[in-house]
């Protein structure tokens, strides 16, 4: 199984840029060219929401501040400036033929 | 706009099964994989498989192979899961997703509590 791996993150102050690293086991290059690495965001109390799909495509209705980019096994979510409702849980997410994993998540904080 | 509505809370004794559904609208049923999440309290994500409407065709990670099923009806738009052999370990909150992009649709989830 293809295991992804989160870096844990500091509280992070209002306005400043954050970065969230998710590490994979093996190289997430699907067969087809595609590489299917998504992030979500999770609040308390709530399902996830998708951001990001694809490395890099940012979901409809998703805030500019927010941009994924990697490749192979390194990949990076970033919050250009962090705002109040950035608060909660990140996960990346893979899919290799047909198998979805997710990474243990990343919590981010407000100092 | 396009809406997931899952079934209600379930509370099962060990070694019992639960069935979950997940009635999906505003979009054409059989054009996309659904997934099943889940989320024990406290912890992260754990994906429990996949189907297609449009076949019934499904992917489960191993872990899962033995005791979960997924199933469809395309004239109710639903989808199915039943988890099997239920033990405290499978307390959880259960998630229908969506998958036209990655994880685009979440439904509002499913408690189901395994206790004696």
């Known amino acids: 199984d293809v295991i992804l791996t989160q870096t844990p993150l500091s509280p992070v102050t209002l306005g400043q840029p954050a970065s969230i690293s998710c590490r994979s086991s093996q190289s997430l290059v699907h067969s087809d060219g595609n590489t299917y690495l998504s992030w979500l965001h999770q609040r308390p109390g709530q399902p996830p929401r998708l951001l990001i799909y694809?490395?890099?495509h940012r979901l409809s209705g998703v805030p500019d501040r927010f941009s994924g980019n990697g490749a192979g096994t390194d990949f990076t979510l970033k919050i250009s400036r962090v705002e109040a409702e950035d608060v909660g849980v990140y996960y990346c997410?893979?899919?290799?033929?047909?198998?979805?994993?997710f990474g243990q998540g990343t919590k981010v904080e407000i100092k | 706009q396009v809406q997931l509505v899952q079934s209600g809370a379930e509370v099962k004794k060990p070694g019992a099964s639960v069935m979950l559904s997940c009635v999906a609208s505003?979009?054409?049923?059989?054009?996309?994989?659904m997934h099943w999440v889940r989320q024990a309290p406290g912890q992260g994500l754990d994906w429990m498989g996949m189907i297609y409407p449009r076949d019934g065709s499904t992917s489960y990670p191993q872990k899962f192979q033995d005791r979960i099923t997924m199933t469809r009806d395309t004239s109710t738009n639903t989808i199915y899961m039943q988890l099997s052999s239920l033990r405290s370990e499978d307390t959880a909150v259960y998630y229908c997703?969506?998958?036209?992009?990655?994880?685009?649709?979440w439904g509002q989830g499913t408690m189901v509590t395994v206790s004696s």
């Open positions: 505003g979009y054409t049923f059989t054009n996309n994989y």
């Open positions: 997703v969506r998958d036209a992009e990655a994880f685009d649709v």
């Open positions: 997410a893979q899919a290799t033929q047909l198998k979805w994993t």
């Open positions: 694809k490395i890099s």
